[in-house]
T-cell receptor
Framework: DARVTQTPRHKVTEMGQEVTMRCQPILGHNTVFWYRQTMMQGLELLAYFRNRAPLDDSGMPKDRFSAEMPDATLATLKIQPSEPRDSAVYFC?????????????????FGPGTRLLVL | SQKIEQNSEALNIQEGKTATLTCNYTNYSPAYLQWYRQDPGRGPVFLLLIRENEKEKRKERLKVTFDTTLKQSLFHITASQPADSATYLCALDFLQGAQKLVFGQGTRLTINP
């Protein structure tokens, strides 16, 4: 049963510290998404990749957030320096995009999330 | 800018009744609309996908309708059970980029025994 995995599941840190969250997408998927979920804003898209290339990171605060895919099995989201307002649950999702085929749109598979608390 | 509204933050339904959740949107109609279920402490899980040219889609006790004139999707759970209690999210696909989805805030559904 293929699943998206995320580490760590929980993270408590102090303001100003660097936070790195990792995601292993489902093998064979060519898209990876990073979301942030809060009570106030709901589920917001931060960044996403296709075939490891970043397509859109307009949802991310550029000065402190960065997202990368060092290889097909690993996606990372870093916050440096972290702030209390970054406290949220961060989800990674992966999927399969049939490029250019609008008749084949697939679902996204979400990981369990990283619950981040910045004090 | 595009807005998505899901009916009330919370909905309480008696077991056995049909639960109906609403997803309204403004401006442009999506090419696809998806519904997800999210349990506390977990990531969203895909339930159903409906295309803009489809009126209705069914899967077991679930039914989704899509009305591009009203700019609305309805999500029905028939013969509801306490195990159906969760938050339900609608997500719109405007064919922008690779599977990019815009999610609603979600409706927290509670089925009372």
């Amino acid at each position: 049963d293929a699943r998206v995995t995320q580490t760590p599941r929980h993270k408590v840190t102090e303001m100003g510290q660097e936070v790195t969250m990792r995601c292993q997408p489902i093998l064979g998927h060519n898209t990876v998404f990073w979301y942030r979920q809060t009570m106030m804003q709901g589920l917001e898209l931060l960044a996403y990749f296709r075939n490891r290339a970043p397509l859109d990171d307009s949802g991310m605060p550029k000065d402190r957030f960065s997202a990368e895919m060092p290889d097909a099995t690993l996606a990372t989201l870093k916050i440096q320096p972290s702030e209390p307002r970054d406290s949220a649950v961060y989800f990674c999702a992966s999927g399969l995009d049939y490029i250019g085929d609008r008749d084949r749109r697939e679902t996204q598979y979400f990981g369990p999330g990283t619950r981040l608390l910045v004090l | 800018s595009q807005k998505i509204e899901q009916n009330s933050e919370a909905l309480n339904i008696q077991e056995g009744k049909t639960a109906t959740l609403t997803c309204n949107y403004t401006n442009y109609s999506p090419a696809y609309l998806q519904w997800y279920r999210q349990d506390p402490g977990r990531g969203p899980v895909f339930l159903l996908l409906i295309r803009e040219n489809e009126k209705e889609k069914r899967k077991e006790r679930l039914k989704v309708t899509f009305d591009t004139t009203l700019k609305q999707s309805l999500f029905h759970i028939t013969a509801s059970q306490p195990a159906d209690s969760a938050t339900y999210l609608c997500a719109l696909d405007f064919l922008q980029g690779a599977q990019k989805l815009v999610f609603g805030q979600g409706t927290r559904l509670t089925i009372n025994p």
